[in-house]
């Protein structure tokens, strides 16, 4: 008695999978999704240190101890902060097209 599972041909071969079960070989991640997320996730970082350093900058004519010690880590972002924004919106741009340019092939 054969059972009722579904036959699933690989490379001239009949394999019979369970359902809901997978056999551990998957194919390739798109290089082109792998790179929009690195690319997003990357954005999403410079704006979370821009975001940082702009409050460090507002903090810093209090006298917190924290604002002044990553003002000490970089007096450029933190005098300029809009720069760590700038090049996360480049990112984001870059993500935006490479997940376009995967969705169109």
Not at 34 to 63: E, N
Request: glycine letters at 10%; proline letters at 4%.
């Amino acid at each position: 008695m054969r059972s009722s599972l579904p036959e699933i041909a690989f490379r001239n071969s009949a394999v019979i999978v369970a359902q809901g079960e997978s056999r551990g070989d998957s194919l390739p991640a798109n290089p082109a999704n792998t790179m929009a997320g690195i690319c997003f996730l990357i954005a999403l970082l410079l704006g979370a240190a821009g975001f940082l350093f702009w409050q460090a900058a507002d903090q810093i004519s209090i006298g917190t101890d924290w604002a002044s010690q990553v003002c000490s880590l970089s007096s450029t972002f933190c005098h300029n902060p809009e720069y760590l924004g700038y090049a996360g919106g480049v990112m984001l741009v870059i993500a935006i097209g490479a997940k376009f340019g995967s969705l169109a092939n």
